[in-house]
């Protein structure tokens, strides 16, 4: 593989963007490169290009509603050169030299989120409604019981059914022909965006490449009569999740390479094997995650690049032209491209120098009204983008929060115990304060950022039985001084994630509740103790949703209708906060309900025997990081390792990978010394013992642990 080496070129600067709101359009036969299209959420539609490098604007539209999506489409056979945006219910058509042909009020109830064209025919969805128009006339709509992420079509001019691809936020890959959903499929995780595979859907045109949450990548073949899984990429670096993607032969072989934008702000290029498997070419990080990416050719019509769109409206270039010459620099003569290079800068230090008399005069206008009494300072608007999502790999929460400007500081506060883990990439400076879990404070902490930081990362491991709200106050670097609040919620069963499928061969516990409760009302307490639950109730008179423990491996079966619900789990601790949680919920509404429960003896033995290989690496890990340093310094005064057994030199060559891996889950060990105490605790209290007061005896057993020792704890110490 050959290796990629792109130079930066910045553009312009828009107002904030949403995901997938900038396109190329299509080189014609007149032209020799691409303009480009790009939308804000100040309702602004912007075309521009390059000519002598300096950007050179098309059109621009007025402002309106923010823009949620913007989408390229054509009559069929066509390029797909017109400009299709979407800002609340109005769906807006513009050529592209700026003339508007299209204003379609959708009437929809709610707001666009996703949007297709092909041909005549416009796909779009807000969160939970599939919406089908031809010539803007109502072809079909779905209800979906999850919402909606994103939408695309397959190509008529090789799929001949009307073929829609919907990717849901519980894992599901919808397939729909004309009105008909034909069938689903699963992916893992929640697929957040989608793209044709070669911009055509392949050989076939059922290709679809989607990217999740997690920052998995995969490719599927869809149709009626096959949903098959071609590849699937796991996110081994641990990087952000996917927010887009795109085709583009940027390394000029003749393949098409995947370009994949994520909202920690890398940006990579996937070449292709000759088997077709993915491999990683270029990474490049921005500092904002990456609302969109493109590959054309912009600056010059010799070079190809990459068009990169971030969160906060920055429009920049990653090109192939080189920005250094070779050669002797001292002997030749001054190039146009030098002069070119020459004028550039002298018109930036005069953009520099206008704009440093405009701040200051702006800053003595504002001085100068502060001073009278009579004014009121008016309080500036900005806006939060932020993602709070569980990550299955480390087992805990991970938080963003992204500003427009830079942030001064972010102060967390939580009702609920739990612990903020370190995050590499996080440069803010973090300081804890003394708090009273009495006044529902049980965690107080302050992010202090460094300059012109404007996303932040940062993790929170939870307890399970634990719940309450996590409040992240961000304040950025404006005056006045102005903060904006954000609440997230933490659920009983917190470290819970929806899943497919559900293991019949397990030991399973069961839990029964029956009395006059709606589906609704049980769908909301469900929603209330698991996270992954759609904010709708289920169409149906029944719903089953299926989950697992991120941490324990454990399952989780729900199935509930008006009057009835039913658990089954193999963890005996799950079956416990449900139990508790529920009855509380239905206390409060003044409903009775009617306890069922059934539990099976083999599971604690089962769940301990799960548990045993985590236990066992943990406190390997453990003991490895705390040799480190005294195998270093006796390292150092022997003046070698000659002499050590190949165990401790094994760890003094992963000295560096194992205090990564330590870093990333500190307290793991207690964490699980206490889930294990929860066991026990709940497994006697089904039996209606009290066994709080042999806990000590557990965690000495634990100290020295076996799984024998602990399986005749277990059963011994009732």
Not at 125 to 144: A, N, P, T, V, W
Not at 534 to 558: H, K, M, N, Q, W
Request: charged share 25%; hydrophobic share 35%; glycine share 6%.
């Amino acid at each position: 593989m050959m290796e990629l080496q792109l130079n930066r070129v910045d553009y312009l600067q828009t107002a904030v963007t949403s995901p997938n709101c900038l396109r190329l359009i299509p080189i014609v036969k007149k032209e020799n490169a691409n303009k480009v299209a790009v939308a804000d959420s100040s309702g602004v539609v912007h075309v521009f290009g390059m000519k002598k490098k300096e950007v050179q604007t098309v059109f621009k539209s007025l402002p309106g509603l923010a823009v949620s999506r913007l989408e390229l489409g054509g009559p069929p056979g066509q390029p797909r050169d017109r400009i299709f945006v979407s800002s609340g219910s109005v769906v807006r058509g513009f050529s592209k030299k700026g003339k508007q042909f299209l204003d379609f009020n959708t009437n929809i109830t709610e707001s666009i989120k996703n949007l297709y064209v092909e041909g005549s025919d416009l796909f779009l969805s807000g969160d939970y409604i599939y919406h089908h128009y031809r010539d803007c006339k109502d072809i079909s709509y779905y209800l979906c019981d999850d919402k909606i992420n994103d939408i695309v079509c397959l190509p008529t001019a090789k799929v001949p059914d009307m073929t829609a691809v919907l990717a849901c936020n519980d894992g599901i890959l919808r397939i729909f022909q004309e009105a008909e959903l034909v069938c689903q499929m699963d992916v893992p995780r929640s697929p957040q965006t989608l793209c044709l595979y070669e911009n055509n859907g392949g050989d076939v045109g059922n290709k679809v490449i989607y990217g999740t949450q997690d920052g998995r990548l995969g490719l599927v073949q869809v149709s009626r009569f096959i949903q098959e899984s071609l590849w699937e990429l796991d996110n081994e670096s641990r990087s952000g999740g996917i927010l887009c993607l795109s085709n583009y032969d940027i390394t000029g072989d003749g393949v098409l390479d995947l370009l994949v934008g994520r909202d920690d702000g890398q940006v990579e290029v996937y070449g292709f094997t000759d088997a077709d498997e993915p491999v990683k070419r270029f990474t490049h990080a921005c500092s904002e995650s990456v609302t969109s990416v493109q590959g054309g050719k912009v600056s010059s019509p010799d070079y190809h690049e990459l068009i990169i769109s971030t969160y906060a409206g920055w429009v920049t270039g990653l090109t192939t032209e080189p920005i250094k010459r070779t050669g002797d620099q001292s002997s030749r003569t001054p190039s146009s491209h030098d002069t070119l290079t020459a004028e550039k800068l002298e018109a930036l230090r005069r953009e520099v120098d206008e704009l440093q008399k405009r701040v200051l005069f702006e800053r003595e206008q504002y001085q100068a009204s502060s001073a009278n009494s009579n004014r009121i300072s008016a309080i500036p608007k900005f806006s939060v983008n932020d993602r709070f999502f569980l990550s299955k790999e480390d087992g805990c929460y991970q938080l963003s929060i992204e500003v427009q400007m830079a942030i001064d500081n972010v102060l967390i506060q939580s009702s609920v115990p739990l612990d903020i883990l370190d995050v590499s990439s996080n440069s803010a400076v973090i300081s804890f304060s003394n708090c009273d879990p009495r006044d529902s404070n049980c965690v107080l902490a302050t992010y202090r950022c460094q300059a012109n930081t404007t996303r932040m990362e940062l993790k929170l491991r939870t307890i399970e039985g634990q719940y309450g709200t996590v409040l992240a106050y961000v304040t950025p670097k404006l005056q006045p001084k102005v903060c904006q609040v954000r609440q997230y919620q933490i659920k009983p069963l917190s470290l819970h994630t929806r899943s497919h499928s559900f293991d019949e061969n397990r030991p399973l516990n069961r839990l029964a509740l029956t009395g006059n409760f709606s589906m609704a009302e049980m769908h909301s307490w469900i929603s209330f103790c698991l996270p992954d639950i759609p904010d709708r109730a289920p169409a149906g008179d029944s719903a089953t949703f299926y989950f697992v423990s991120t941490l324990l491996d454990t399952i989780l079966e729900c199935s509930f209708k008006k009057g009835e619900v039913h658990f089954r789990s193999d963890n005996i601790s799950t079956i416990s906060i449900l139990r508790d949680i529920l009855t509380k919920k239905a206390t409060e509404k003044g409903i009775r309900l009617e306890i069922a429960y059934d539990i099976n003896e083999t599971s604690v033995p089962h769940i301990l025997k799960l548990l045993d290989p985590k236990l066992q690496y943990q406190i390997s890990l453990a003991n490895k990081f705390h040799l480190i340093d005294a195998l270093k310094e006796v390292q150092l005064q022997e003046g070698g390792d000659r002499f050590l057994s190949e165990d401790y030199k094994e760890i003094l060559r992963d000295a560096e990978k194992l205090k990564t891996e330590f870093s990333r889950q500190p307290l793991h060990l207690e964490r699980l010394h206490g889930m294990i105490a929860d066991i026990y605790i709940d497994s006697y209290q089904f039996k209606g013992q009290d066994v709080k007061k042999n806990i000590g005896q557990l965690m000495t057993i634990l100290k020295d642990y076996t799984l024998p020792d602990l399986l005749e704890f277990f059963n011994v110490h009732g």
